[in-house]
Every structure is written in C-alpha cells, then in structure tokens.
C-alpha cells in the first residue's frame, strides 16, 4: 500500500494566536500603570523681593512651627478648622493674602495640610513665603 | 423549483476578527505602557485631600525628588540645593509649560523645601505641584 506522505504544515498554526495575544494582553494590562500624577498645583512668586506694599487688613498669617501648631492670625487652631475660616475671612475680604509660613523644622506633611485645607476652602491668593 | 432552505441566522460572536481586536488592544497597551522602572528617590509622599491631577502635558513635567534626608535629585541626579535653580534655568527656558512635580517625602524638613522652592523662583519655574496621595 502506498501511502502519502505526510507533509508538514507549512502555515503558522492560527488557532492558538489568539490565546497568545490574549496572554500578551492580559499581561500588559497588568503591568501598564498609567499613572496619573497627583497634587496641589500652586504658583511660587516671581524672583526677586519685590514686595507689594499691601494693606494689612488684607492679610492674614498662618504660621506653623516645628511640632505642626497652627497659629491663624495670632491664634492657634486646629489644622482642620482652617478651611472653615479661611472661607470666612475670604467671603468677608475676596482681596485676601492668606501668607504661609513654616519653621525650618516643620515637617512637609504639615505644610501640605495647611496648604491643603487653604485649597480646599478655594482660596485664590496663597502665598508661600517660606521659613522663617 | 429546488426549495431553498432558509438561511439560519447564525449563532454564536463572529471569532474571525476578535484576533484582529485582541492584537489592536494589545499594541495599544504595549504602546501605552513605559516599562521604565520609578526614577529618583524613595518618597513616601504626604496625604492630602484637595488633590487633582496634573493638567500639563507629560514632556513638560520635571519631577524633583526631595527625600526625608533631604537629599534631592533631578532627572536621577542627586545634588545641592545650591545649583538646582542652574540646572532648571535652561529647561525652564526651553519650554514655557514648565511645571515642577515637588515629590517630597512627608517627613522632609520645611527648610530643604524652602531652599528648593527659592531656587524654582530664580529660575522662574514658578509652576508647582506638590505631589500627594489621596487621604
């Protein structure tokens, strides 16, 4: 009996491409961390001290030292009552300058904190004065 | 006249083209994906609440990585806060998008911060991001 012979296929097998590709897929999706990055967006004064002679009723200071205290005009509070009276003083004043200033030792978390609850309250003019 | 049988409407998802689809949706994320490993310092940034995302386009973001020590790096350079106003100052005037992604550690001192902040001032980088995960 003469039997052909059998020939190898000469296609790639497409039958399993898919299982493949879904493989190949799974894995970039698990490994693709589109990362969006986070923040407080501010904007830093233009160099130089060119200070603005401005009324001090339009300002108001908030300090914090090195423990993390929060003196809000001359007044110490607690960090999350701040946005609360920064929305008053800006209803009663929208030209206020909410002026921040830290110790050398403060930490960055409790700068971010101030500046987070001064965002929250929707403040518009932050200025970031720096260490004292 | 030959009887024709009604054509069946078929069942099942066409399978034909879902490779086509599965190889589209793959080059996308291949595409899509940086496999490049985090540069820069180990940060553990802080937390915040009134966080949004970064509207500037991705080539216009410098990151610079303050950690707890107070170490900073640029670009996966570590270096003084002395010259960091240097070595933005000519990318600063390449590209007027400019936004600096602060990536400090929680624990960094204000002091480091500041100095960092008064270089971005001297080399006009004036927009910031502080960098921060949701509470």
């Not at chain 1, 190949?24 to 967006?41: A, R, Y």
């Not at chain 1, 003083?89 to 921040?100: A, I, W, Y």
């Amino acid at each position: 009996m003469i039997r052909k012979k059998s020939r190898p296929p000469s296609e790639i097998p497409s039958s399993s491409m898919s299982d493949i590709a879904f493989l190949l897929l799974v894995f970039f999706l698990l490994v693709s961390n589109v990362d969006t990055d986070k923040g407080i967006g501010v904007v830093l004064p233009p160099p130089g001290d060119s200070e603005i002679k401005l009324n001090p009723k339009n300002i108001t200071m908030v300090l914090v030292n090195a423990s993390g205290d929060v003196l809000f005009n001359d007044q110490l509070v607690a960090i999350n009552e701040i946005a609360q009276r920064a929305r008053e003083l800006e209803t009663g004043n929208p030209n206020m300058v909410f002026s921040v200033q830290t110790d050398r030792k403060t930490k960055y978390q409790d700068y971010i904190d101030v500046v987070d609850q001064l965002t929250m309250a929707n403040v518009k003019k932050l200025a970031l004065i720096g260490t004292q | 006249m030959a009887i024709k049988r009604k054509s069946k409407s078929r069942s099942g998802i066409p399978t034909a083209t879902m490779s086509d689809i599965i190889f589209m949706l793959l080059i996308f994320f291949m595409a899509a994906t940086s496999l490049k490993t985090v540069e820069g310092l180990k940060v553990n940034l802080p937390r915040a609440r009134s966080i949004a995302k970064l509207d500037t386009p991705k080539q216009s973001v410098l990151f610079v990585f303050v950690d707890r020590t107070g170490r900073i790096s640029i670009q996966d350079k570590l270096m003084d806060s002395e010259i960091v106003s240097s070595v933005i100052y000519p990318l600063r005037r390449n590209d007027n998008m400019l936004t600096i992604s602060l990536r400090a550690d929680q624990e960094t001192q204000m002091g480091v911060i500041s100095d960092v902040q008064n270089q971005l001032r001297d080399a006009s980088a004036l927009k910031v991001n502080y960098s921060a995960k949701h509470k």
